[in-house]
């Protein structure tokens, strides 16, 4: 699996799990500790979670541009995981809730959260682009599509592992304190301290309350007090996790730090001479600056879909999934542990079947690939719209206090959907970044994988439609505007394949 690939692709991976468990520690929990935390509904935790995911990715551009202007990727790397670190131990720090100052609370949740996006920024860009360094040697050149598949398959084993940790912490602290999880109590809590709590919903609420709690329930306010502060408790806590994975990261890096190549065009080689990477003429440059933005435009709508996961998807385990699976328990966070298993899992198979159809010369291009890929992701949210027809309204849901046992959906609906949802994955991002390693000038390899993630950070601003889609109109629709959208996406790839070949070859 590893022949033919540089010696220096799986540090640089092993350097990336630490920023993928943070990532997904934020995918799984984030949205739901914003709505616990604060008391905030779907629409505005939405805006924050999307604005804290796009900035993650436009924030990639500056550490781009910082590091092509001062010609050092190594350090602008190492401050990025410096400076996650920090914004996850602002994370981590617990303060009491219900929150008495809801603006100052969100303020220094925001500053967190910018801490974090802009160490991302500064870090994965221009480790994309170092690990694209090496394979502009030739004798990996040909390996570049599948050494990045496996380089992407490496940095999900932290991701594995995040969705499992984080609401593992969070319910553990609250067995400490006689407590069980229970996705739907948060909203309750708050609903009965602000004073908007249904009737029905009241109902629905004394019963749970009852049910989690292992002491007798004799006041409901001071009930909601104290299990809002355990939970959310639990939440900061399990930020903290995601600073000893940073800390790893950060040791792999710099004790691999010196085998690294460099990006840095200008710097010179061992032997004082310097880079003899030819210069491109004008002409090509802007052909292949077009190329990519065309291609970048095109992947905006994917990560509009895919990181629906982070949001109304989590939504939906909490609201409408039964969430036990056999004798197994599960919460509404573990959900965000199948993407990255499944791509840990599917990658060599991916990469096999790559090898074999390059092995008789029929392995289709980059842009084919990630064409299918968006056809795929249509798919899986077909299946989703689907098992969503008979569904009600979530303010119907939010009435009655929450969705009966016996009219909530399997949880394999969400596994077969994340299936299908990694396999367009596996043929659209890792494979993206190969495309931008490859067709890139090489003066602007940081600056173009930070416009890819740019592309990223723009689909993730638009993941707020998603909120407000999930909370206001039919599921089925919901899914369905995905479905469009991908298509839509498919047929604008299909339409400029033969020019994306030609730049590309």
């Known amino acids: 699996m590893f022949k033919g690939h540089p ?34 509904n779907e629409e505005n935790s939405g805006i924050i979670y999307a604005t804290f995911y796009s900035s993650i990715y436009f924030l990639a551009i500056l550490g781009g541009i910082i590091a092509d202007k001062t010609k050092n990727y190594k350090r602008t790397i190492l401050m990025g995981l410096l400076m ?13 809730t219900p929150v008495s100052n809801v603006a100052f609370g969100l303020t220094m949740t925001c500053i967190a959260l910018f801490v974090i996006a802009f160490g991302n920024g500064l870090f994965k860009g221009n480790l994309q682009a170092l690990v694209g360094q090496m394979y502009d040697n030739p004798e990996h050149g040909k390996m570049r599509d599948s050494g990045f598949s496996i380089f992407y398959a490496f940095i999900n084993i932290g991701a594995i592992f995040a969705p ?29 301290l602000n004073g908007t709590i249904s009737e029905s919903a009241s109902q629905r609420f004394q019963e749970l309350a009852a049910s989690v709690s292992s002491n007798p329930l004799t006041d409901l306010t001071a009930f909601s007090n104290d299990y809002l502060n355990v939970f959310n408790e639990g939440f900061h806590y399990a930020f903290g996790v995601a600073i000893f994975a940073m800390l790893i990261s950060l040791v792999i890096y710099l004790k691999n730090k010196n085998n690294f190549p460099d990006p840095a065009l200008a710097a010179k080689d061992g032997s004082g001479e310097k880079n003899t990477i030819p210069e491109m003429d004008v002409k090509e440059v802007k052909q292949r600056i077009y190329a990519l933005l065309a291609v970048f435009g095109v992947v905006i709508f994917f990560w509009f879909s895919f990181h629906q996961n982070g949001l109304s998807l989590t939504f939906f385990a909490r609201d409408y999934t039964i969430l036990k699976l056999g004798s197994l328990e599960l919460s509404a966070e573990i959900f965000q542990s199948m993407n990255p298993f499944f791509v840990v899992f599917l ?11 390059r092995s008789r010369g029929i392995e289709p291009s980059t842009p084919k690939k990630i064409a299918i890929g968006m056809f795929i992701a249509a798919m899986a949210f077909v299946i989703m719209a689907v098992g969503s027809l008979d569904l009600p309204l979530l303010k119907e849901v939010k009435e009655m206090g929450g969705l009966p046992e016996t009219a909530k959906v399997t949880p394999w609906l969400l596994v077969i959907t994340y299936l299908v949802l990694t396999i367009a994955e596996l043929f659209i991002s890792p494979l993206g970044i190969s495309f931008v390693s490859k067709v890139a000038p090489p003066k602007y390899q940081g600056l173009m994988q930070g416009l890819w993630l740019g592309a990223t950070g723009a689909g993730n601003q638009l993941l707020v439609f998603g909120g ?38």
Request: hydrophobic letters at 60%; one cysteine or more.
């Open 347 to 357: 990658t060599p198979i991916v990469v096999a079947i790559f090898g074999w159809l």
């Open 84 to 96: 996650m670190a920090i914004g996850y131990l602002l994370m981590a720090i617990p303060t009491k």
């Open 468 to 505: 407000l889609l999930y909370a206001g109109v039919p599921l089925w629709i919901t899914w369905s505007v995905f479905v469009v959208v991908c298509v839509i996406s498919m047929l604008t790839m299909l339409f400029m394949i033969k020019w994306l070949e030609r730049v590309s070859s």
């Open 164 to 192: 499992m940790i984080a609401p593992a912490v969070r319910s553990w602290w609250l067995g400490k304190f006689g407590y069980t999880y229970n996705a739907t109590l948060p909203e309750l809590c708050h609903q009965h």
């Open 7 to 40: 010696k220096g692709l799986i540090p640089a991976a092993l350097a990336n799990m630490g920023e993928r468990f943070g990532f997904y520690t934020m995918m799984a929990i984030l949205v739901l500790f914003i709505q616990a935390k604060f008391g905030l």
